[in-house]
């Protein structure tokens, strides 16, 4: 049996399936692609999370794309954080089949023009179905991880929470909470430490300077109502094709705060909503988080140890997370090891750092007889990618260079008519995108203290007047004395008694 021969046996052994699977495109061996050499991916395994990893412009967001519009239509739903805005095509079919057909005629695959249910999100300003959650939903423990807050002022926003569950507070958005912080050293300093201990103002200064800095990154814009139902994201169309809802986020990528508080947040959710599935045949919401590596940038300890926690136990509930970035190491190792699916574009070495890197996720992949890893990993085009993924059984597949099917959808952005159509067919833009300002903490407080202020005037007023009638009565009591000696000295019995003791004395 010659090398080609073998190199097919072991592709087609361990990327054999059973069950429904996505085709993802043909092994190559010596930079050409064997048609036999069948790359495909069951779908039972993809709630063991994934990486998609490669150096600009190697085909990273394409290979996004083929995975989200299949998924979609094997009846998968799919969230995508579009920080490019590169991926909004996926509502449109491909125009460009012609270009793509030498491709598909190499790895014996067809090419069908094919566009997905598109719905798009937004957590800021741009057009979209918009993205809510309130300040209660996450909860004293999550936000005090997002606000990296020290174990005291930790301790501090698990007792206004405490408060305000007491009092039927509602905590909706970030002026709640500043408004409450406010109030325990202030206004309400004496009602709050009778019950819940004293509080120092340096600690809710710090937490709300912290607030302040959050608020900068439009995390006001994020906080509020109507909070967004995650079971909304799992919808399909009249043919059982699922949505793919695309969160666009173009002006958000310079704000990591913002997206790391929304992408756990949004986990958070999932995991707490979604009830236990177990070994199902396929996931019940695949997760893309695109320019993985902003979640990372700047998390504290304790958001990484959350962020870990749940990408642990997520898939039970039946969900795959999916990181999109540059180079596996900016992906935690601890995070790296939960990842069932690589698919490892090229990586450039430029530079010994670079070199370095590229030695490294070497080392992540398992060892091939048909590759210089380090080597090809340099060498491979755009649209060719190192792939890894679990079999039905949950083992390692081989590693196989392969040649990636194109995808199905258009290949760039949507024009601003496109997706002005897309937004106003949406089912779900009047149904979130009206904010609501009900009554909560900040306006029960205010009218709190404006009672207590009012009630406040009301017992000084008291107060001055019973002073003043204590004045006006001594004075009336005065006033009787003076009349009353007055009349007794000039009454004639005492002015006869005066001359009769004067005459006496002169005599």
């Known amino acids: 049996m010659n090398n080609e021969a073998n190199f097919i046996q072991e592709i087609q052994g361990g990327y054999n399936c059973k069950g429904d699977s996505i085709f993802l495109g043909a092994g190559m061996l010596n930079e050409k692609p064997i048609a036999d ?30 995975l989200a519009e ?44 094919k566009s997905s249910p598109v719905e798009l999100l937004s957590l800021s300003g741009e057009k979209g179905v918009k993205l809510r959650a309130t300040v209660s939903e996450f909860g004293p423990v999550l936000l005090s991880r997002i606000l990296n807050l020290s174990d005291t002022q930790t301790g501090i926003l698990a ?17 709640d909470l500043k408004k409450m ?61 699922a949505y793919i809802n695309i969160i666009r986020l173009t002006d958000i990528q310079d704000k990591p705060a913002l997206f790391s508080t929304f992408m756990l947040s949004l986990l958070a959710e999932v995991y707490s909503t979604f009830p236990e599935q177990g070994d199902a045949d396929k996931p019940k919401l695949a997760i893309f988080i695109d320019e993985a590596h902003l979640v ?45 699916l690589k698919v490892q574009h090229a990586l450039r070495a430029f530079t010994a750092r670079d070199r370095k890197a590229i030695k490294l996720t070497a080392e992540n992949y398992p060892i091939s007889s048909f590759y210089k890893t380090e080597e090809t990993l340099t060498q491979l085009g755009i649209g060719e990618a190192f792939i890894s993924a679990l079999d039905e059984k949950g083992k390692p597949t081989p590693l196989a260079a392969t040649m990636l099917r194109a995808p199905m959808s258009r290949m760039d952005v949507l024009q601003d008519n496109e997706i002005e159509h897309l937004v106003k067919s949406s089912s779900l833009v009047t149904k979130y995108n009206q904010s609501i300002n009900r009554e909560s903490a900040y306006e029960i407080l205010n009218k709190k203290i404006e009672k207590a202020s009012q009630q406040e005037q009301l017992e000084k007023a008291q107060e001055q007047r019973k002073e003043v009638a204590k004045k006006q009565t001594r004075k009336i009591g005065e006033s009787a004395t003076t009349k009353a000696v007055l009349k007794v000295l000039t009454s004639a019995t005492f002015i006869r008694g005066v001359m009769s003791i004067l005459n006496k004395a002169f005599k």
């Open 159 to 175: 007792i206004i929470f405490k408060y305000c569950d007491d009092h039927k507070m509602p905590l909706l958005d970030l002026e």
């Open 37 to 66: 050499a069948v790359v495909k991916i069951p779908l039972k395994t993809l709630n063991r999370h994934g990486l998609i990893a490669g150096a600009t412009g190697t085909g990273k967001t394409k290979t996004l794309q083929i």
């Open 181 to 241: 912080l406010r109030f325990i050293t202030e206004e309400g300093k004496t009602e709050f430490e009778e019950i819940y201990g004293s509080v120092s103002k340096a600690s809710t200064g710090a937490m709300l300077r912290k607030i302040v800095a959050l608020e900068q990154q439009g995390a006001d814009l994020f906080f509020g109502e109507p909070s967004f139902d995650v079971n909304d994201l799992m919808r399909f169309n009249s043919k059982g094709e």
């Open 70 to 113: 299949n998924m979609s239509q094997k009846g998968i739903p799919v969230l995508l954080m579009d920080l490019k805005g590169d991926l909004s095509g996926l509502a449109q079919a491909s125009s460009i089949a012609d270009k793509l057909k030498g491709r598909h005629e190499q790895i014996d695959y067809p090419f069908t023009p």
């Open 296 to 340: 990372f940038k700047e998390a504290s300890d304790a958001l990484m140890g959350q962020i870990e926690s749940i990408i642990k136990l997520i898939r039970s509930k039946g969900v795959g997370v999916f990181f999109v970035t540059q180079n596996p190491t900016d992906v935690p190792k601890e995070i790296l090891s939960q990842l069932g």
